[in-house]
């Protein structure tokens, strides 16, 4: 028998809810007067009137039915109680309980929300509509999507349900574009039909209107390759070429061949400068439909290209968007500063990794780049051959990374393929659940996984029944699939050819709580690893259980390192090294605070990375390093040898009041962390560019208190 709810959708019935709230009505009188035998029969009734009216029955017919009931056993009092019940959730129910937190984002007095995301500018009026709309999905995953456990644990912080603000519509989180097919093989957007470029410029405008519209269709991160732009370079040296001995046969000239194919390059590269340009700019004033640029991230890899000539070609493309980004980008004021986007990732591969190889110019260009703008970071295709199955690909967005997965040919697939939304267990607080007894730890854990996964299901069944048509770019135009009009991707999303992702935060306060010592210690390491791999098995469990394919992620977490820190404190007060601060540390990472030479940080967590099979990154934090490039040479090859995924964390701050070019501090005032110039005293944050990565991703817009302590806190590692 079914009930048909206030919003029009229909339930099956369920009596336990009409005993509870007879119940409640009962026990607020001065004197029950009904019995629990009593009301169940009530209940039991209701039941059988409801079936004997063979159709669904309205929740108020049913509450009607109820007051009766209650009166025919001569209960008045607990009557007039269940009324004043029922006219109070009527209240709440008119009550739109987004309000208040819609109106202090208009008015921009919401410092939790004005710290939310790094990258966001939330006195914008894109930004402000995007957490407007946030807001009402949010309240309606709360109230209507979402199980009761899954969102009273996400309230105290045990679990974190990632971008709840998006969760109402059927989105996925981050992917890889398949900017190849599209470039070759044509495809439309806002319903124009684009074809195979005929030059790298046009290929490169193209690429950032793909960019644009892909942006405003997911919520996470995207990224794509240079490789597959490098085929175009070709394109356009031939169709230079051919213009240039137009040029010269009018002319009459008697230049030579070798002469031709000398301007004809130079033009090539001028092509190349403005291509590159177009992507670096584009990307950076772009504004999507949630309120900010395109989270993207550049793939530039040498050994995806096809033959030696595309090969150098694309290192032609990867030199000129080193260059150009080592440059930076004007402001407002014509200051030069660090841009958070596009992400650049770097591939370290045999021949650009020694100072014989032939592309070792590009790892030089590359590390002066990462001193001025924090930016590429390093892939060690050594160490992800190892980890992947011989297969070296791009993270999607900062570092959720895909699982092997062949295609019907036995062909490795990456490219189109996505992720379909994370959630994050917080394991300080199972450690703090359990009292340090470790029997009791790992029942927690087992707990709250399996809560981690029901709250994962949610996601994957919110993704499930999903039209193409909701987003024609992905599903249909080639970005990720091209499937046929009102054909469901249901198909993408087993299998394994998406991922589906656990999250973890605080395994050093985790560890630290339980063993008194830091997961560095070889002493508690292996305890560390230990809960690492039992992540790692209840994944493979559940994608056993549902062809969906699990794996752990090191969450890039910003302003959930404050929410879970409140929390803990909250419910366990302060605890030296453990909740003493306004922050718990991503993932595996060796806690901020603790002494550490970057050789030995990036050795360390190596060994946690590789169990990360869902994507994680590590860094080291440096100081100005514009003059010891071979310092950071030395870093980079450590890299390349040890670990998988890593970047350098430098400082190019800027103040437009004095004109200082440098490190912009964190100082304290008034109880409050605030950044201060360290030349003119400057403290006013419209007057201050910084940039700082965070989560793995360049952040310019200010942090919450808690990051800001995590970031003022932070020790050199070189």
């Excluded at 500018?121 to 407007?132: E, G």
């Excluded at 309606?140 to 679990?159: M, Q």
């Excluded at 356009?236 to 031709?260: C, F, N, P, W, Y």
């Amino acid at each position: 028998m079914r009930i048909i709810k206030r919003n029009g959708s229909e339930v099956e019935f369920d009596g336990g809810k009409i005993v509870a709230a007879v119940t409640k009505a009962n026990n607020a009188a001065i004197k029950p007067m009904l019995t629990k035998e009593e009301i169940e029969e009530i209940a039991d009734y209701i039941e059988y009137k409801c079936t004997k009216m063979n159709r669904s029955v309205s929740v108020e017919e049913i509450q009607d039915m109820v007051e009766d009931q209650i009166m025919a056993k001569g209960a008045f009092d607990i009557a007039r109680l269940y009324v004043r019940y029922r006219f109070t959730r009527s209240l709440v129910r008119k009550s739109n309980t987004t309000d208040e937190r819609i109106l202090s984002l208009i008015e921009c007095n919401n410092e939790e929300v004005l710290q939310e995301n790094s990258n966001k500018d939330p006195i914008v009026n894109s930004v402000q509509r995007d957490y407007m709309a946030g807001e009402v999905s949010k309240d309606i995953s709360r109230r209507l999507l979402l199980p009761a456990d899954v969102v009273e644990a996400d309230k105290e912080g045990i679990i974190h349900f990632h971008d709840a603000d998006y969760f109402a519509q059927h989105m996925h989180n981050c992917d890889l574009i398949n900017l190849e097919d599209m470039l070759q093989n044509g495809t439309v957007i806002s319903e124009t039909l684009i074809e195979k470029p005929h030059s790298f410029s046009t290929a490169c405008n193209i690429a950032t209107q793909i960019i644009a519209q892909v942006a405003s269709n997911q919520y996470g991160g995207q990224s794509i390759s240079l490789a597959h732009l490098a085929p175009f370079v070709q394109v356009s040296r031939e169709k230079i070429l051919a213009d240039v001995e137009q040029e010269a046969k009018e002319l009459g000239s008697t230049a030579t061949e070798e002469k031709i194919k000398e301007v004809a390059e130079k033009r090539l590269l001028k092509e190349i400068e403005k291509g590159v340009q177009t992507i670096q700019y584009q990307v950076i004033t772009l504004m999507t439909t949630n309120g900010q640029a395109p989270f993207l991230t550049i793939f530039m890899y040498l050994n995806e290209a096809k033959d030696e000539r595309e090969k150098k070609d694309l290192a032609l493309i990867m030199e000129e968007m080193l260059r150009q980004r080592r440059e930076g980008v004007k402001n407002e004021t014509g200051a030069v500063i660090t841009p958070a986007f596009p992400k650049l990732i770097y591939v370290l591969e045999e021949d650009n990794i020694n100072e014989a190889g032939k592309y070792f110019y590009l790892t030089e260009l590359a590390a002066k780049c990462t001193v001025k703008r924090m930016v590429p970071d390093y892939i060690s295709e050594k160490k992800m051959k190892e980890l992947k199955e011989g297969n070296c690909f791009p993270v999607m967005g900062c570092r959720s990374a895909l699982n092997p997965w062949k295609d019907e040919n036995g062909n490795y697939k990456f490219y189109g393929r996505f992720n379909q939304g994370v959630v994050t267990i917080n394991l300080v607080d199972a450690a703090l659940s359990s009292g340090g007894d470790y029997n009791r730890f790992w029942e927690i854990m087992d707990e709250r996984l399996e809560l981690c996964k029901k709250a994962l299901m949610c996601r994957h069944n919110r993704l499930k029944g999903t039209v193409s048509d909701c987003a024609p770019i992905l599903w249909q135009f080639g970005a990720l699939a091209r499937l046929k009009k009102g054909e469901k991707i249901d198909k993408l999303l087993y299998g394994g050819y998406s991922t589906i992702s656990l999250g973890y935060a605080g395994l050093c306060e985790c560890v630290k709580y339980m063993t008194g010592k830091s997961h560095t210690d070889p002493k508690a390491t292996p305890f560390a690893l230990r809960i690492m791999k039992h992540m790692n098995e209840a994944c493979a469990r559940w994608t056993e259980e549902t062809n969906i394919f699990f794996s752990i992620y090191g969450s890039p977490i910003e302003s959930t390192t404050y929410k879970f820190a409140k929390c803990l404190q909250r419910r366990f007060g302060i605890i030296k090294g453990v909740t003493d601060k306004k922050y718990i540390t991503n993932s595996y990472h060796v806690h901020v605070t603790e002494p550490i030479d970057a050789f030995s940080k990036l050795k360390f967590e190596s060994g946690f990375q590789a169990l990360s099979t869902g994507g994680a990154v590590s860094y080291v934090e440096v100081p100005n390093m514009e003059n010891n490039i071979p310092a950071v040479i030395s870093v980079i090859k450590f890299i390349y040898e040890n670990i998988m995924y890593a970047e350098l964390n430098t400082k190019s701050d800027y103040c437009q009041k004095c004109g200082y070019s440098g490190e912009i501090k964190i100082i304290e005032d008034d109880g409050k962390l605030i950044w201060e110039c360290p030349n003119c005293r400057n403290t006013d944050q419209d007057t201050l560019n910084v940039a700082r990565r965070t989560c793995g991703y360049i952040g310019t817009q200010f942090w919450n208190q808690g990051r800001t302590e995590e970031i003022k806190e932070r020790v050199l590692h070189l």
